[in-house]
């Protein structure tokens, strides 16, 4: 049986009216450029999370950019962030001129160590950007101790975990991103809330913080042809922003049956490699669904058998950054993180998307359990 990677069109039949009335709806107003449509999901999206604000940007990497910027990491400062990530976010450290510091990560949760972040922080260090990997929480309490502690910024880059939540051991849950001074989304299809184009956002509490992001996204203006500063042209789309409002009202509801589609996984997988484990203070949002082998022959045997069958399957991610090219003149080499060394080379990512049926999940796991048998 083939199975996709994510069937981005599995939830669609359902709103399908909804959304061509919407677009046609923007198309009829002509407002193409910010408007009524994107302050009402920035609305939505804030209050969905309990956060201030909400700023509609064009992307989950120009959020992470803005980000930075308006919360004050400035050229030169020392960004501390997790070398097991997709590139978006420390490639914007460096194009704002700061400098990106790989900690490692805890090889049981894959999201930054903080005892690995804590020995990292050097006079320079400016801020800390915990990333919760495939929809894993990460350890928010310990992070935001070190950052009090240091006086240090967070971002949270929350690309791939929206909907995951996080109870702090003093309080009640929080939706990730709002624990930090910035949170980052982005609504790239595949993403638990996913438009259908390019489309991101940033959650803050902060006044300041919320004036300046909206005057980056569009050049650094508050009034047209006025420029207090220099900005970006980074407006989150008007028609994804109609369409979002709409797929939000469902992504609750798709992270359920994400989390169901978890459960049978692990229920399947017990005992044939490691599974995600969910402390008990922690929503998982389960963007990508990663299991571990103990070993890389176990792991490259699976994804051959799997890609054989016709299984997408997926490495996130084959290369740690601080082991790609761009990062040479960093300096970074094999063993200086062994955590993240070892979880590179023995993650596998499969099929995850809400509406995975059980005949599905079945084909998956035993193509993985198979793998194992004939290749063991
Ligand atoms: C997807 C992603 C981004 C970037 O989002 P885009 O909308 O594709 O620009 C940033 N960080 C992480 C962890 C991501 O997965």
Redesign the pocket.
Known sequence: MKVPMVDMLAGYPPIKDEVEAAVKRVFDKAHFILGEDVTKFETEFAAHNGAKYCVGVA???DA?RMAYIASGIKKGDEVITSPF??I??SETISQIGAVPVFADIDPVTYNLDPKSVEKKITPKTRAIVP?H?YGMPCDMDAIMAIAKKHNLIVVE?T??AFTGKYKPAAGDWKYLGTMGHCGTF???PA?NLGAFG?G?AVLTNDDKIHETLKQLRNHGSKVRYHHEMEGFNSRLDTVQAAILSIRLKHVEKWTEMRNKVAARYAEQLKGVCETPVVPANARHSFNYYTIRFDSKAKRDNAQKHLTELGIANQIYYPIALHLQEAYAHLGGKKGDLPACDRVQDTVFSLPMFPELTDEQIKAVTDAVKDSLKVHA
């Open positions: 992307n989950g990497t992470l990530t997709f978006a976010t990333v990997l880059d690309a791939q982005s609504f790239f993403k390019d991101g």
